[in-house]
């Protein structure tokens, strides 16, 4: 006999079953790659109160340095805070063994500054969101 199984949407999901799912899916690609030695990474902006001003939210795996968050308060940029914060990012990977690094951005972000610092776009989402685009990019961080 045949179990009924059932397939439903659970936005409240508990911690305990968002674990149990992340969990296994890791487990199943191990069996396939090296394990993701995943570490979080943050670099912070402060001002001389201690104040956060901007910051940078990453993390490295798989020898890559994968950064989710580069922000710098609008009084602030384009005074190259942002580019420390990306330089201090890239050297603690490099140091720790990491070639590579991948980032996503959007039209109406900072694909430019980016570019700049050598990325370059690897593909791109049009319409996401609707009206914008959302650009991948990647730059070797050795050689």
């Known amino acids: 006999m045949e179990t009924a199984h059932s397939v439903t949407l659970e936005p409240e999901l508990s911690e305990q079953d968002r ?18 030695r995943y570490t979080p990474l943050a670099a912070v ?35 190259g805070y942002g580019a420390q914060l990306l330089r201090l990012a890239e050297s603690h990977a490099i140091s720790i063994g990491c070639h ?29 969101p609707r009206g914008h685009t959302q650009f991948h990019l990647r730059k070797s961080l050795i050689g």
Do not use: K
């Not at 980032?103 to 996401?128: C, K």
């Open 45 to 79: 902006l402060r001002d001389s109160a201690g104040t956060l001003c901007g910051g940078l939210l990453g993390a490295t795996l798989w020898d890559w340095l994968q950064l989710d968050v580069l922000w710098a308060h609008d009084s602030l940029r384009r005074q």
């Open 100 to 128: 590579s690094a991948r980032l996503d951005t959007f039209d109406f972000e900072a694909r430019v500054f980016y570019e700049r610092h050598g990325y370059s776009v690897y593909g791109e989402l049009p319409d996401f």
């Open 19 to 36: 674990r149990a799912l992340l969990d296994s899916l890791v487990a199943f690609g191990d069996r396939f790659v090296p394990p993701r």
